[in-house]
C-alpha cells in the first residue's frame, strides 16, 4: 500500500508546478545522489539568436540564410525552430527531409538537396572547403547544397535566468555530483558548464552516448543513491529512460519527453529540480 504522505508529497509538487507521475520517483528522488542535466533547453533557453554569418566564396549572406531557413523548416530542433522564426520571408516548402540526430538536418528542395548541421555533419557527407568557426563560444550551423559548401552560420543561445541558482541549490541539500551532456561542441559546453559551476561536462555526444553516460554514473553510484536526468528530451527520451529518474521540461520539451518522463517541470525552471528533492525528503519524513 501506498503511504498517505506520498500523496501529499505529490499534491505540494503540483501546487509546485511539478507533475510527479508515481510515489516510487518521491522515494528516488528522496535518495538522489547524482544529477544530470542536458544542455540545450534544460540550462540554455533553447532560442538561439544568429550572431555570426560566414558566407563560402561567391555566396551572399542571404543566400546561406534563404537555404538554412528552407531546409530547417520542418525540423523541430531548437536551432532550426530559431532560424526559422528570424527568417524575414516566405519559406519555400521542401519534401525528403531527413533528420539526423545529433548532427542535422538535409532536404530537397527544387531537385537540390540541402544539408544543414554541425561540422560532424560536414565530415561525414565528405563536404570539401569547409571553413572552421569551431573556436567560438557560439554553436555553429553549417550549410551545404548538393554536398558544396556554402557557408556558416553562428547561433547562440542564453543561459536560463534561474539555472546558476539551480546548480548552487543542489550544492546546498549535499549533491555535488552534478554532470552536464550535451551534443554540442567542446567550447560551447565547456563555456556554459564553467559559467554555472558545473563540475562534470561531456559534449559532442550522440542521445545513444548519453545513455551510456548515464549507464555510466548509475554503475559509480551503486545502491549509495539514485540517478536523476533532467533534459528536454528531444532527441533523447531514451537517455530519460535510462535515468533512475527522467525528468523532463513540460512547456519547451517535447510530447515524447513528456510522455516517457517520471517527473514533468511545468515551467521549465530548472531550479525546480532542488524544490522536489527536498519535498521528496521531507514526505519521507513523515512516512518513517
Ligand atoms: P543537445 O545535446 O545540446 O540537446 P542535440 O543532441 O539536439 O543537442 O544536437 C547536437 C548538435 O547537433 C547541435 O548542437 C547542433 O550542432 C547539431 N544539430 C542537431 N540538429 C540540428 C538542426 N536541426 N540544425 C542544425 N544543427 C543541428
Ligand atoms: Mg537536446
Known amino acids: 500500500s501506498i503511504p498517505l504522505s506520498y500523496f501529499g508529497g505529490i499534491g505540494a509538487s503540483s501546487r509546485a508546478g511539478i507533475l510527479v507521475k508515481g510515489s516510487n520517483y518521491l522515494e528516488a528522488l528522496s535518495q538522489a545522489k547524482a544529477v544530470i542535466f542536458d544542455k540545450t533547453g534544460t540550462l540554455t533557453r533553447g532560442e538561439f539568436f544568429v550572431t555570426q554569418i560566414i558566407p563560402a566564396n561567391g555566396v551572399s549572406k542571404k543566400e546561406i540564410v534563404k537555404l538554412a531557413a528552407i531546409a530547417e523548416s520542418s525540423s523541430p530542433h531548437p536551432i532550426a525552430r530559431s532560424i526559422v522564426k528570424n527568417y524575414p520571408g516566405n519559406i519555400a516548402r521542401v519534401s525528403n527531409v531527413e533528420e539526423l540526430v545529433g548532427l542535422g538536418v538535409r532536404a530537397e528542395y527544387q531537385g537540390d538537396t540541402i544539408s544543414v548541421g554541425n561540422m560532424k555533419l560536414m565530415n561525414k557527407l565528405n563536404i570539401d572547403g569547409v571553413s572552421t568557426i569551431e573556436d567560438t563560444t557560439g554553436t555553429v550551423v553549417y550549410v551545404a547544397l548538393n554536398n558544396e559548401y556554402f557557408g ?16 548552487q541549490g543542489l550544492k546546498n541539500v549535499g549533491i555535488d555530483n552534478v554532470t552536464m551532456l550535451t551534443g554540442d561542441k567542446k567550447i560551447v559546453g565547456k563555456n556554459v558548464a564553467e559559467k554555472l559551476n558545473i563540475p562534470n561536462v561531456k559534449t559532442e555526444l550522440l542521445p545513444q552516448d548519453k545513455v551510456t553516460e548515464v549507464e555510466r554514473i548509475k554503475s559509480e553510484i551503486g545502491d549509495k543513491g539514485k540517478v536523476i536526468f533532467v533534459g528536454d528530451g528531444l532527441n533523447d527520451t531514451p537517455v530519460l529512460a535510462s535515468a533512475d529518474v527522467g525528468v523532463a521540461m513540460g512547456a519547451l520539451g517535447s510530447d515524447a519527453a513528456v510522455e516517457v518522463a517520471d517527473v514533468v517541470l511545468m515551467k521549465d525552471n530548472p531550479t525546480a529540480v532542488t524544490r522536489v528533492i527536498k519535498i521528496a525528503r521531507k514526505t519521507k519524513m513523515i512516512v518513517w
Not at 152 to 167: C, G, H, L, Q
Request: aromatic share 0%; no cysteine.
Open 152 to 167: 556558416a552560420i553562428e547561433v547562440s543561445d542564453m543561459i536560463k535566468t534561474d539555472a546558476k541558482v539551480a546548480i
